[in-house]
Structures are given as structure tokens and as C-alpha cells.
């Protein structure tokens, strides 16, 4: 079947019988994609700020960021300009983790996310709550090279890979849904891959 835009619905399989989502192929290569250029950031004034409907505001500096429960998971990465790379060992800190911190209030139910450099992407809460969502430092077992998003990085497996935001500097909670960077510029607000939600004007 195809949809409006030509492309087959189906679901694909890779050469290990793993499923890819509609419309991508898969590569061990790991490209760089940024708009912009990769900021400079001293790690001595890294800062990441947990702020809006939060009970109380939060700033982490980066020793204490990384003294937050580590977690280590295996994740697939879906960019939208088709390519898929299944297998990645990411290392940080939990979604769920940082929440325990920062108490949002009952009204946040959109968060957020902020980076160096001015990019941001917004996601519901309740995707974000899934258990393999985190805040990551460390990529293929190194630490994350600035052009992928170092010193840090958001990871979102089950959404295209411009909600990973790179480089992030704080998390917004919000009762509103707000469009981020390329979700004003015609991206899908949702951006699951799994149902082909690339661009605002997709079927879905
Ligand atoms: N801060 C920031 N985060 C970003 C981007 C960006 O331009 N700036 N690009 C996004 C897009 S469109 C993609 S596909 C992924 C790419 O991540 P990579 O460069 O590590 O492959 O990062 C996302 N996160
Ligand atoms: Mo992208």
C-alpha cells in the first residue's frame, strides 16, 4: 500500500529479521545531522535547568548530573531522511529518573527541551515517560562526541530522531503543547516512525 505521498506503509525487515519502520532503510553508518553549527560548550559552566510547572526549579551542574542513577540501554534511531540504525548502546540518566527530581505539577502535560545553541523539540509527557527514554553522555560504550550532541543529549527511540535533541540544556514542563524548532517548520508534531508521521501534512 502506499500513502499520499508515494511511499510503501508497510513495515520492512532487516537482514536479521528485526522490523524497520515504513519508508526507511538500514546503515551501521551513524550520520551527523544538526542545523547549525556544534556549540562550543566548557563543561565547567554546563548547566541543565528543569523548569516551568515544576514545584521546584531545578539547575544541575555537570558533577551532579552524573552522580543521577545511571542506566545503559540498547535503542534503534530512526532519522527521517530515511536512514535507520538499529543497534545503539546509549548510557545517562533516565527520563523517569530526572522526573523524580523535579515534581511537575499535575497540570504539566508536555515537556520541552532546550539546547545549546537555541534548538528546541517538544514531546507529550506520557511519551516520554517510557522506559527508554534518557538523557545521554555516553554512545558505543564512549563518551558522546560534541557533533552527536555532547556533553549531552536527549534519546527518544520511538520517535524520529529530530526529537533526540542534541546538546540540551533544559527541560520545560508545560500544560500546553508548544511546536519546537522543526515542528514550526512543517515537521509532524508527533513524529512516530512507525506510522510514517514525518511531515505536518502527512496522512495520519
Ligand atoms: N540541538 C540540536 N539537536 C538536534 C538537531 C539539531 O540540529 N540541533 N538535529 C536533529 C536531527 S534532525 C536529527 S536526525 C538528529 C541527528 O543526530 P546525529 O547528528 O547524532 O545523527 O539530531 C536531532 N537533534
Ligand atoms: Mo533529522
Given at each position: 500500500m502506499l500513502n499520499k505521498?508515494?511511499?510503501?506503509?508497510?513495515?520492512?525487515?532487516?537482514?536479521?529479521?528485526?522490523?524497520?519502520?515504513?519508508?526507511?532503510?538500514?546503515?551501521?553508518?551513524?550520520?551527523v545531522l544538526s542545523y547549525g553549527p556544534t556549540p562550543e560548550i566548557d563543561i565547567n559552566e554546563w548547566k541543565f535547568r528543569i523548569f516551568g510547572l515544576v514545584d521546584g526549579e531545578v539547575t544541575l551542574d555537570w558533577k551532579q548530573f552524573n552522580e543521577l542513577p545511571q542506566t545503559t540501554l540498547d535503542a534503534e534511531f530512526h532519522c527521517v531522511t530515511q536512514w535507520s540504525n538499529l543497534h545503539n548502546t546509549w548510557e545517562g540518566v533516565l527520563f523517569n529518573d530526572i522526573l523524580k527530581l523535579a515534581q511537575p505539577k499535575?497540570?504539566?502535560?508536555?515537556?520541552?527541551?532546550?539546547c545549546y545553541g537555541g534548538y528546541t523539540t517538544n514531546l507529550p509527557?506520557?511519551?516520554?515517560?517510557?522506559?527508554?527514554?534518557?538523557?545521554?553522555?555516553?554512545?558505543?560504550?564512549?563518551?558522546?562526541?560534541?557533533?552527536?550532541?555532547?556533553?549531552?543529549?536527549?534519546?527518544?527511540?520511538?520517535?524520529?530522531?529530530?526529537?533526540?535533541?542534541?546538546?540540551?540544556?533544559?527541560?520545560?514542563?508545560?500544560?500546553?503543547?508548544?511546536?519546537?524548532?522543526?515542528?514550526?517548520?512543517?515537521?509532524?508534531?508527533?513524529?512516530?516512525?512507525w506510522k510514517e508521521e514525518r511531515f505536518s501534512d502527512d496522512l495520519t
Open positions: 505521498l508515494g511511499r510503501t506503509t508497510e513495515i520492512n525487515q532487516d537482514i536479521e529479521g528485526r522490523e524497520v519502520p515504513p519508508g526507511q532503510f538500514v546503515t551501521d553508518k551513524f550520520p499535575a497540570e504539566a502535560k508536555f515537556v520541552m527541551l532546550h509527557l506520557e511519551i516520554v515517560q517510557d522506559d527508554d527514554v534518557l538523557f545521554a553522555h555516553s554512545h558505543q560504550e564512549k563518551p558522546l562526541e560534541p557533533k552527536h550532541g555532547g556533553p549531552l543529549r536527549f534519546v527518544v527511540p520511538k520517535r524520529y530522531a529530530w526529537k533526540s535533541a542534541k546538546w540540551v540544556n533544559g527541560l520545560e514542563f508545560m500544560a500546553e503543547d508548544k511546536p519546537g524548532f522543526w515542528e514550526v517548520r512543517g515537521y509532524h508534531n508527533a513524529g512516530d516512525p
